[in-house]
């Protein structure tokens, strides 16, 4: 587009995102996007793209924000919802219906989980199986229908706490998160028990995106950006600056009303 080259890469965020690469032949940006460097097994995998110059996120910018992989992260999970069922609870965890809902479906199901979903979950659920992606078949909840016991209940953190989740009496609640990591975050979230699992990067990602695209300068979004660009300059010697914008990103303080890990 006269005389720039676009192109976009695998952001490895949630299925389909991308990084956008734009060069005139003399300088190359890449603007990130939100994006994780964890293969989920679900979305196609972070892509490092060469360049001089590097838009990037940072929504976990600090360093208490360090991510368990995500097997270890799965067999807590599945640890809970088996001891739920032992005592005759179901498991109900809100995640993004976009995304984090699709990941926990493709990891909960590989293990025998037996999983119902909210009608957003649902409905993201025929849209993506329709654009090839490999989404398990799972039922949505329906009214009238018996919802058997000791099984997963996976919707989004709107329907917290509303007569919908009533249905699943007895049941246990958790959240799946990156802002789990914090201190107290599960007691405001109103979840029983927090899994910090993101589908952004932690703080040891970002440095080494960062480093693999071998961008000279830095510009960072979203997030705690103060404090990692003066992390950026005075550690890593990158001529780094915070990119101000109107929206801010995922919040501890979420919703599905927001946009999105």
Not at 50 to 67: A, D, I, K, N, Q
Not at 171 to 189: D, F, L, N, P
Not at 254 to 259: C, K, W
Request: proline content about 6%.
């Amino acid at each position: 587009m006269n005389g720039v080259e676009l192109s976009l890469h695998p952001a490895g965020h949630i299925p389909g995102s991308a990084q956008v690469r734009v060069t005139d032949g003399k300088e190359i940006w890449v603007l990130s996007g939100d994006y994780k460097l964890e293969n989920d097994g679900l979305s196609t995998p972070f892509e490092p793209v060469p360049c001089t110059h590097f838009v990037s996120e940072c929504t976990f910018g600090l360093p208490l924000f360090r991510w368990k992989p995500q097997e270890l992260v799965f067999a807590d999970m599945l640890a809970w919802v088996d001891g739920l069922r032992q005592e005759g609870k179901n498991a109900f965890i809100h995640a993004y219906s976009l995304g984090k809902a699709q990941r926990l479906i493709h990891a909960l199901h590989q293990a025998g989980a037996n999983i119902r979903v909210h009608g957003a979950v649902h409905n993201t659920n025929l849209a993506l199986r329709e654009a090839g992606l490999p989404i398990p078949d799972v039922l949505p909840v329906s009214a009238g229908q018996p919802i058997e016991t000791g099984s997963v209940i996976i919707a989004p953190g709107s329907a917290a706490e509303t007569s919908w989740t009533k249905r699943f009496e007895p049941y246990a609640e958790a959240s799946a998160s990156g802002w789990m990591a914090m201190r107290g975050t599960r007691r405001w979230m109103n979840a029983e028990r927090g899994f910090p699992l993101s589908d952004h990067a932690d703080w040891d990602s970002l440095l080494q995106a960062i480093q693999l695209t071998g961008a000279s300068q830095v510009f960072v979004t979203h997030g705690y950006t103060e404090l990692f660009c003066r992390y950026l300059r005075e550690h890593l010697q990158l001529d780094a600056h915070v990119v101000s914008t109107r929206f801010t990103g995922e919040t501890a303080n979420h919703s599905e009303e927001a946009p999105e890990e």
